[in-house]
């Protein structure tokens, strides 16, 4: 039971262990993703803010430059020499001077070129008269610097430069003489050295003109391409004012679509770039700064593995806790299981044993009243075999005594008649009738005593040769009276045995004469006396060839008062006799049923012991 119940115990807690695994799981990707996106933004947003500082710091010097020079066309216009120049566009000498005067100050200011165009166009005095790319001669009315300066207005214009090949910000003033428009004065700035302050950098920044063209870049390999997608009609415009001269706009888009609200913007290489733009609304621009969002993305990623990892560790630490308490617990859960099973078996034995001993108690109780009832019919029988004993004694006894009794009141009768008539003679055998019949009644009252003697006398020593001698002289008139023929076979080395002769000499005298009144009156009289010694003492055999003890009677001849002989021939007693007197010496009187008919009593005696006393 406890195995099943630790079994049952491991499959729930794998269960619970694969839940929380999977809850776990769960938690660590739910919190990643959430922890991305707040990360990612976090760091997007720094990204941004560095970008606005790069946007604000490029703007602003855009702006300063084009601040600079923005009045110096006006100015110029003024002067007396260019004046002088309009009013007469064609001579040489004042074209000579002007050129002199406009290198002076395109040196002195730092501007890329100083020009004069008259109204056709056409130029007439430039301050690079004197380089290989003169401007002289040159007709750029086509540029709108030229158109909105001749119309009155101030000219302002991004382009390449058609006869220098360089980028240049022009911007164009009218020259006015006697209120008439009679030229346009143009300044060239250069804005490579402003460009060649953002190479570098960490952060990319384009500038882009009204038609959405890169102009300006920190990437040269940028210049010229278009920021997006251009549409027709904004390429025709870039081709009739030859901004970028012959210069063909045919570059792919940098970005493969507009920025997006996150301010996104896919790179045609796949980069997702942050775009951060700013207008320039004088100069017609877009100034935009680029910045690479995949250092904040791998931030991002970076710390979003960290804190999955950390949280992680944490819930495995925790599962790992948890499955330890779980551990501990099923433990304790077996131990309480095999203590309760042990205690369940403990109480079942003692069950068992208390039944057992219930069934014990009884079986006690029953053998106690078994024993007692068997001990009642015990005490009951002998009660029952002593009053039997007792009915028999007093038949035989009175049998024995009434019919000598009859006829000694008989004779005692006859007797005085006998001795009126003178008939002395019969009356004397009267007389001597009377007495033997008196001394029959007192032998049997002497056999009486006999069986009430007391056995406890003292056992004393015998001498077989002379004790059987003894007998058959005693037993010598019955034999004579039978016709037995006793032969007696007396072993040499026959030890001195247990017993008082004189009763032995009765015992042996008691069995002789029973063999002689069974071999009375047949033809086989023999009776064969034998004595021979013994491992324990010696044994007697007396041996005749009667008819034997029947098997129904062979129990009852010891009994007392059980005789089969007629009235007057035997009381019943001498075998009873006899075998309690053997009894008393130690030894056993035994009936056997010897082979060729008759019967065989044997009288085993144990050897005399030293301290016997000679007794009767
Ligand atoms: P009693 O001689 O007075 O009858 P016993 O006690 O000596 O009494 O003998 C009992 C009976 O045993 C006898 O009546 C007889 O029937 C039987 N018995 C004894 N000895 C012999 C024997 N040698 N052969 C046959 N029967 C015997």
Known sequence: MPERIAAATARGQRAALGAF?????????????????????????????????????????LAAQLDRFQRLPRLVAEQPVIRALAAHPGDAARIAAANLTLRHIAVTLGASDIYFMDPGGITRAASNFDQPASFIGGNFAFRPYFTQALAGGEGRFFALGTTSGKRGYYFGAPVRVDDRIAGVMVVKIDLDAIEDTWRGGDDEIVVTDPENIIFLSSRPDWLFRPYVQPDEAALARTRATRRYASLAITGEPLLTGLPGPDGLAPLADGRPMLALGERMETAGWKVTVLLDTALAKRQALVLTLAVMLALGLMLTLAAALWERRARLRERLAVQAAVRAELE?????????????????????AERAAAEASLRQA???????????????????????????????????????????????????????RIVGLVDRMAALGRDLRNFARTPERGVGRAS???????????????????????????APDLPAVAGGPLRLEQVLVNVITNAADAVDGRADRRIVLTAEPTETGA?????????????????????????????????????????????????????????GGGAEFRIDLRHATDEGVQAA
């Open 378 to 432: 015990q005490a009951d029988l002998i009660q029952a075999a002593k009053l039997a004993a007792l009915g028999q004694m007093s038949a035989a006894l009175s049998h024995e005594f009434n019919q000598p009794l009859a006829a000694v009141r008989n004779y005692a009768e006859n007797l005085p008649a006998l001795v009126d008539r003178g008939r002395t003679d019969e009356a004397r055998g009267n007389a001597v």
């Open 539 to 595: 044994r007697i055999r007396v041996r005749d060839f009667g008819p034997g003890v029947p098997e129904a009677l062979r129990e009852r001849i010891f009994d007392p008062f059980f005789t089969t002989k007629g009235v007057g021939r035997g009381l019943g007693l001498g075998l009873s006799i006899s075998y309690n007197i053997v009894k008393d010496f130690g030894g056993e009187l035994t009936l056997v049923d010897p082979e």
């Open 344 to 364: 369940r078996r403990v109480a079942e034995r003692t069950a068992e044993l208390a039944a057992l001993n219930a069934r014990l108690g009884a079986e006690v």
């Open 464 to 490: 077989l040769p002379e004790v059987v001698r003894a007998a058959t002289e005693v037993a010598g008139p019955r034999l004579r009276a039978a016709g037995a023929e006793l032969a007696v076979t007396l």
């Open 21 to 61: 695994a999977l809850a776990g799981v769960l938690v660590v990707l739910l919190a990643g993703v959430f922890v991305h996106a707040q990360a990612q933004r976090v760091f997007l947003d720094d990204t941004a803010r560095r970008g606005d500082t790069t946007l604000r710091l490029a703007v602003s010097t």
